[in-house]
């Protein structure tokens, strides 16, 4: 990993229990509709009249199999061609909770494409991959990005470059920002949280450190039910400034803006 990549200092310590547990027969329920679901997944990229609502409506489903509920505050979101859209980044589950809110063309990690499985749906999806590792790689993402903003799509990207549990954060990084000041398209910053069915902060969700997929899916089956929270909050206009941008982004996606210097944050 390269030393300018960012890094979180969460570990699979900061996901805590405290979610009461699906019975036996909820949960074989739940794992029988995943296995149901997965091969209709690519139609969520099918070029068909009515793709937002599909993408909505199949991103919905397939977090009820996972016990995961959706509830949406704030402003609507509005129906522009042309918007990028960013949030604070916990878990893969972010994808499938935006694109139930947001649906749009996403930025992720390079080595989804390898993914078995979801590998496949994300090159139907059109993900633009980026790594992780690799700065000079860096501006071709961005003008891909700024490409699909003046095209009209939505896009959604997660400018804190990695996940972190939900307690601690990062800061968004500015880089995606430059699309939209190239593009002069707006920016829809969007606050996700996670939560018990008790109205809790839950970090059950979190995929971080060396967290394995299997493990995260069994944490979110056997869970009674997890609260996705997507607070819309107020869009901004781009402007010129890239870092001044990814600030106002930062603090109106509820992630205080702090002076640029090395902390240690105790989740």
Do not use: K
């Not at 209709?40 to 996972?66: H, M, S, T, Y």
């Not at 129906?79 to 996403?106: C, E, K, Q, Y």
């Not at 010129?240 to 509820?254: K, S, V, Y």
């Amino acid at each position: 990993m390269s030393a300018w990549a960012p890094r979180a200092v969460c570990t699979t310590g900061c996901v805590r229990g405290g979610a009461e547990r699906s019975s036996p027969a909820v949960v074989a329920l739940r794992l029988a509709l995943v296995m149901l679901l997965a091969p209709l997944l690519p139609l969520l990229a099918a070029p068909i009249p009515g793709r937002a609502r599909l993408q909505r409506a199949g991103c919905r489903a397939v977090l009820r199999c996972f016990g995961v509920r959706v509830r949406t505050t704030g402003g609507p979101i509005r129906n522009l061609r042309g918007m990028l859209v960013v949030s604070p980044h916990v878990s893969w589950l972010d994808v499938f909770v935006i694109g139930a809110v947001a649906p749009g063309t996403f930025v992720a990690r390079a080595d989804l494409i390898r993914w078995p499985g979801i590998g496949a749906l994300a090159r139907l999806m059109r993900i633009i991959p980026i790594e992780r590792d690799s700065l000079r790689g860096l501006p071709e993402v961005v003008e891909t990005v700024a490409t699909r903003l003046r095209d009209g799509r939505t896009v959604v990207a997660f400018p804190e470059g990695t996940t972190w549990c939900g307690r601690a954060h990062g800061r968004f990084y500015p880089a995606m920002f430059q699309a939209a000041v190239d593009a002069a398209r707006p920016v829809q910053p969007l606050q996700l949280s996670y939560h018990h069915h008790d109205g809790s902060h839950s970090t059950l969700p979190a995929f971080v450190g060396d967290d394995s997929l299997l493990a995260s899916i069994r944490r979110l089956t056997t869970a009674r039910r997890t609260v996705a929270q997507v607070h819309v909050a107020a869009l901004q206009l781009p402007g010129t400034d890239r870092r001044e941008l990814a600030a106002r982004c930062q603090a109106a996606a509820g992630r205080p803006v702090r002076p640029r210097r090395r902390a240690r944050i105790v989740c």
